[in-house]
C-alpha cells in the first residue's frame, strides 16, 4: 500500500477543511449570481419573461431527478460505512444516472429557450438566467465526471481511508448542488411563472 493511500487522519483533516473551504467560496459565488439575477429579473428589454420561457412542469421533473440522485447518493454512503463496495459503486451509478438526466434536460430547457429567441443577449433578465442556471449545471456536470473518478478509484483500490475521505467530500458537493438548486427553483422558477 503507497504512503498516499495509508495518509495520516491529521492530513485528512486537513483535506476536509480546504474542501469546506472550497464550498463556502463557492456558496459566495452562487450569492453573487443570485443577487445579479434578482436585480436583472425586471430588465427584460421587451422581451420573453419568465412566464413566457418557463416551463414548470418540465423544471419540477429536472428538480425530481436531482432530489432523487440525492437520496441514492445517501444509499451510497450508507452502504460505504457498512464496507460493501459492490452497492457503493451501484448506488453510485444509479446517482451518475439521475445527474446525467438533469443535465440533459437542463441542455434540451437551454436549446429549446434559444430556438424561441430567448437567448442570453437578448435580455439583461436572460443573461442573469443563463449565467446562473448553467453555472450550476457545470457544477453538476464536474459533479458527475467526480462520480465516475470515484466509482473507478473503488474497483481499483477498494474502500480505503483515502477513497472514503474523497467519497465523503462528493457526498457534501453534491447535497450543496441540491441545495442549490432549490434555491434556483424557489427564487428562479417560481416567481417567474406567477409574474
Keep these: 500500500m503507497s504512503v498516499s493511500e495509508t495518509s495520516l487522519p491529521e492530513a485528512q483533516d486537513d483535506k476536509a477543511f480546504g474542501f469546506w ?13 443570485f443577487a445579479t439575477y434578482v ?9 420573453p419573461t419568465g412566464k413566457d420561457v418557463f416551463d414548470l412542469s418540465h423544471t ?3 428538480t425530481m431527478l436531482l432530489l432523487f440522485s440525492s437520496v441514492t447518493f445517501g444509499l ?10 459492490a452497492a457503493v459503486i451501484g448506488w453510485l451509478a444509479v446517482t451518475f444516472a439521475f445527474g446525467a438526466g438533469f443535465v440533459g434536460m437542463e441542455l434540451s430547457e437551454f436549446s429549446g ?3 424561441e429567441g430567448a437567448s442570453p443577449q437578448r ?26 473518478l470515484m466509482v473507478g478509484q473503488i474497483a481499483v483500490k477498494g474502500l480505503t481511508a483515502p477513497v472514503r475521505s474523497r467519497l465523503m467530500r462528493l457526498g ?24
Design 21 to 33: 473551504l472550497y464550498l463556502m467560496s463557492d456558496a459566495i459565488i452562487f450569492a453573487l449570481l
Design 39 to 47: 436585480v436583472m429579473s425586471g430588465n427584460t428589454a421587451g422581451g
Design 60 to 62: 419540477f421533473a429536472e
Design 76 to 85: 451510497a454512503t450508507v452502504a460505504l460505512l457498512s464496507d460493501r463496495r
Design 113 to 115: 429557450m434559444i430556438a
Design 123 to 148: 435580455s439583461g433578465f436572460l443573461s442573469a438566467f443563463f449565467t446562473l442556471v448553467a453555472t450550476h449545471g457545470l457544477h453538476v456536470s464536474a459533479g458527475l465526471v467526480w462520480i465516475l
Design 172 to 195: 457534501l458537493f453534491w447535497h450543496f448542488l441540491d441545495i442549490v438548486w432549490i434555491g434556483i427553483f424557489s427564487v428562479v422558477y417560481l416567481p417567474g411563472v406567477m409574474g
